[in-house]
């Protein structure tokens, strides 16, 4: 893989259910954070903290004792900010159709040995299918300003 993006593959174990047979949507929140996770620290080389997750839709299910894949890749980059989008996919192991189940964007700050967050290497996109993903993070920023006045939250 290359530094911007990483694929985290594993099955979804019987641990991970919930109270209706499938994959708890917790269990697949906390891998979206570890696949993020590890792409920012790939990119910024030190220590990253979550501080954004946005849109997670869960568009089907995850089956327990399935092979889930998670894409992790990175779209922007701001000062110290690294913007990474997941998608997840599953498949039966005994079948070769998968499954695209969730899709979010998760931002992660890079932060130095005192706490303070520290600037990045700014991410350069190198083809049409990366400018457009970062055209698509900085629309998904712009976004977030009308949502966090609605809230009364910062942008
Ligand atoms: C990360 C943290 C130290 C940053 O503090 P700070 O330096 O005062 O924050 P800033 O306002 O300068 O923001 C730093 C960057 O994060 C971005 N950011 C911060 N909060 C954000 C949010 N809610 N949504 C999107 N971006 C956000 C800012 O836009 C800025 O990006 P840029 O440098 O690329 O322009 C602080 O927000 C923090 O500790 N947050 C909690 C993190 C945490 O505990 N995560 C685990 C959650 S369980």
């Not at 894949?69 to 989008?85: D, F, P, Q, R």
Request: some cysteine.
């Amino acid at each position: 893989m290359m530094e911007h993006e990483l694929i985290m593959r594993f099955l979804a174990e019987p641990g991970d259910v919930n109270f209706g047979g499938k994959v708890h949507g917790g269990a697949v929140m906390k891998w979206i954070d570890q696949a993020g996770y590890a792409c920012a620290v790939n990119w910024c080389g030190g220590y990253a903290v979550t501080v954004y997750v946005g849109g997670i839709q869960f568009l089907s299910p995850i089956h327990i004792g399935n092979m889930v894949e998670l894409h992790a890749k990175l779209i922007h980059t701001g000062n110290t900010s690294m913007h990474i989008a997941v998608d997840v996919y599953s498949r039966k192991l005994q079948e070769d159709i998968q499954v695209h189940n969730t899709h979010c964007v998760i931002i992660f700050v890079s932060l130095d040995e005192n706490g303070e967050s520290t600037p990045v290497k700014q991410f350069v996109p190198e083809n049409d299918d990366q400018k457009a993903m970062q055209s698509y993070a900085i629309r998904l920023m712009d976004l977030r300003k009308n949502i966090g006045r609605e809230m009364g939250l910062r942008s």
